[in-house]
Structures are given as structure tokens and as C-alpha cells.
């Protein structure tokens, strides 16, 4: 099994739709999750962290199950400017910190 | 904040010629810095990491070694480039529990 999985999609959706984004993980002892966006040919930039509790930040709200063992991602309001992929990134909580990156899912927001 | 500077931006190369990519970090002091692979159409593969001068961990044996010969430099080396070596390289330093990435060079071995 995939250690971070993901739906690469594309997402095609129109400006002002809703989408949400999945991805499961693997390691039930991973302690830290993120979810990045990464512009084409552009290094992964951290978005927003994701809560036990979840969290909003804009129109971005992103939530966690720690049973199912997946985190979401939710973007309202979707504009031009969102196109990019969305990665989920989990720190799979071992003895040195790293993160261990899902492949991605695109999403296209079309006028 | 942390600021990564990662040269070159880009980089076409001859198989079975050197590699040296150099990441330089700004900003602060002690790092755990990374080396990242992002081949096209795939996700990041970690190379290396390293918590202080002098230590490094491999994750994936191949064609490429690093090294950290001070506290806010990591460099990515390789004796002999292969065609697989091609791919999108990115430098990060962590920071609180995520990473901060420097802007990557684009490596194409022909």
C-alpha cells in the first residue's frame, strides 16, 4: 500500500465552484499533516497545516480523520488563480522528522 | 524567515559527466536540510537529509551522494550523470514541522 495516496486528478471546475480534495495515508502512528501547492515547473509551498480539530483559513478548510486515516481539503469559491496541485503531506512521525509527500492532485479553474 | 537559495535554475547535462548542485540556507542556524527528486509525473522522492555538518542519510541508494561541509550548505553531487538522474531537484530546511523549499533546479541528463 501507497504510504500517501491521492486522486491526481485533473479537477476541472468552473470559477466560484466548491471542490474538495481526499488523500489517505498509510501510517496510523503519522503525527503532522499539511497539504501544499505546487505551481507548474514552481517548488511545493506549504497552504495550511491540518488540525485534529480542522481548520479554516479563507476559503480553504481543511480536516482530518485520524480513524479512516484521511485528511481533506476543501476550497470554496474557487478562482483562476487556484489552478495548480494540491499536495498532502504527512510526517509519518519516525525518528528523524521527515514528510512524506502524496504524488498530487491538479485542479483546473476555468472561466 | 528562513530564505533558500538553490543554483542553477536549470541544468542540461551529458550522461557520465559531473554533478554539483549547491543549496545555501538564510535565515537561520542548525537546519535539518533535504535533497527532493520530483521526476515529471511523479511525486517527491526523498534523496538526503541531514541534521548538522558532516551528517547525512541516504533514503534511496543511486548514482548520488551529498555532503554538508558547513552549517547552512548542502550539496548534491553525483561522479557520473544517467539518464534517470533527470528530474526536478529541490533543497528544503524544516521549519516548525513543515519544510521550506528553495526554487529547485531542473536537471536534464541527454
Known amino acids: 500500500r501507497k504510504e500517501v495516496e491521492q486522486d491526481p486528478g485533473p479537477f476541472n471546475v468552473p470559477e466560484g465552484a466548491t471542490v474538495a480534495f481526499n488523500c489517505t495515508y498509510s501510517n496510523s502512528a503519522s503525527q503532522s499533516f499539511f497539504w501544499y501547492r505546487q505551481d507548474c515547473r514552481k517548488e511545493p509551498k506549504l497552504l495550511m497545516s491540518v488540525y485534529s480539530s480542522g481548520n479554516e483559513d479563507g476559503r480553504f478548510t481543511a480536516q482530518l480523520n485520524r480513524a479512516s486515516q484521511y485528511i481533506s481539503l476543501l476550497i470554496r469559491d474557487s478562482k483562476l488563480s487556484d489552478s495548480a496541485t494540491y499536495l498532502c503531506v504527512v510526517n509519518m512521525g519516525s525518528g528523524y522528522s521527515t514528510l512524506t509527500f502524496g504524488k498530487g492532485t491538479m485542479l483546473l479553474v476555468s472561466p | 524567515s528562513q530564505t533558500i537559495h538553490q543554483w542553477p535554475a536549470t541544468l542540461v547535462q551529458p550522461v557520465g559527466s559531473p554533478l554539483s548542485l549547491e543549496c545555501t540556507v538564510e535565515g537561520t542556524s542548525n537546519p535539518n536540510l533535504y535533497w527532493y527528486r520530483q521526476a515529471a509525473g511523479r511525486g517527491l522522492q526523498l534523496l538526503f537529509y541531514s541534521v548538522g555538518i558532516g551528517q547525512i542519510s541516504s533514503e534511496v541508494p543511486q548514482n548520488l551522494s551529498a555532503s554538508r561541509p558547513q552549517d547552512r550548505q548542502f550539496i548534491l553531487s553525483s561522479k557520473k550523470l544517467l539518464l534517470s538522474d533527470s528530474g526536478f531537484y529541490l533543497c528544503?530546511?524544516?521549519?516548525?514541522?513543515?519544510?521550506?523549499f528553495g526554487s529547485g533546479t531542473r536537471l536534464t541528463v541527454v
Open positions: 528544503a530546511s524544516q521549519t516548525g514541522y513543515g519544510y521550506t
